[in-house]
């Protein structure tokens, strides 16, 4: 039986996140389990300024790395405590940049004597700078201190990959190829062609604002708490159980509610949604204050349908035109139920199969780096990259 262990870590925006995962290959079948998996988000530090700071979230990041670490690693069951710890302090290479994370980590590899670990896993990209290198700054520094490779990921792979986890064990499934995956998150909304893990041909991408982005600065506009998607998500949902148009308006005297579907016939896969920001704008401003609760959920279910309209159309159009056999769909948005249900049933329509990620991994995860890792870890053309090398890149392209 052939093993191999990792270590992820995932730090691009607001969540402190390492996960430990386990490759077993033997005679009978090839599989990965997660030991462990610990986020810690930040999300309630950065609702108070209504958006993420990169240096708030590299000091947060700094303060809660090496205890996260740790506490993935007891999960694991891999953490053993020295019995005799050096009174010779070791000097940790990769930390001139991360002064605050230097006695916290150092104390760290002192109590405790090196796990079984065969590599680590980290996001190199793309993300808030300051924030990644918090996370490449500490897998170099273990790794160097251990030995063992340093494996960079690229975040929008990680979401990618995301769908193959289900719970403590993921394999590879049949996913047909070429398969296409939409990407919605915060920071990014992109068509991209899969034609094998590593393979991949980026056909469209938003020219302005991210999906997530606009989610979030719509709620912000009504009031609602960061990050506001799924509050939108929510107050839509309500809507549409209630389903009473008609009444909600003329209860109200309030002008249609209405929004664009932002370069819906464009005639190409890219995505723009600064427009139906600023529409919504309009919109809010042209209404009586404050907003009752029911036009709160009409324009929420507004802006959701809308966008949602945009990226299905946008998603059909690159199945038909590339003759995609199965559907990814990944990144925070992907938790929307609505936009979940429209695409799913695109899908069926299409008779292709749907790939979404379950629960907490259509957020920002180190389990979904650590996939990215382990399967290039196993693949035999992979080059392991020199640790000196390896680079924080906040706009690294898929
Ligand atoms: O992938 P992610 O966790 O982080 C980035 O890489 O950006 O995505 C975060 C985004 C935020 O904009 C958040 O508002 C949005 O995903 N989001 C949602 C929902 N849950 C999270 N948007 C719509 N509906 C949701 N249920
Ligand atoms: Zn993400």
Known sequence: MKTKTLLAIET???ETSVAILKYIEDDTNTRFETLSHITLTQATMHAEYGGVYPNMARREHQINIVAVIAEALDKAGLLEQSTMPSADLPYLNYLEREPDVRPSLTDFVVCHPQPAINAIAVT?????????WVGVN????LADHWNIPVIPVNHME???????AHSDWFHMPEIPLPSM???I???????????????????????DDAIGEAFDKVARMMNLPYPGGPHISKLAAE????????????ATDAPAIKLPRPMIHS??????FSGIKTATRYLIESLPKPLSPDIMMAIAHEFETAVTDVIVYKTKQAIMHHGIQSLIVAGGVSASAYIRSELTQLCESLSIPIFLPTGILAMDNALMIGIAGVLKLCDPTYTIPDITTIRADGNWSL
């Open 158 to 164: 990680g979401h990618i990959l995301s769908v193959l």
């Open 239 to 250: 809507y549409r159980l209630l389903n009473n148009d008609a009444a909600i308006i003329s």
């Open 267 to 272: 005639g190409d896969l890219d995505f723009s």
């Open 12 to 14: 691009s925006c607001d």
């Open 181 to 183: 995956a939409l990407l």
């Open 138 to 141: 500490v897998a170099r520094a």
């Open 124 to 132: 190199t990209g793309p993300g808030l700078e300051p924030a990644l």
């Open 185 to 207: 998150s915060g920071g990014h909304t992109e068509l991209v062609h899969i034609n094998g893990v590593g393979d991949y041909t980026k056909l469209g991408q938003t020219r």
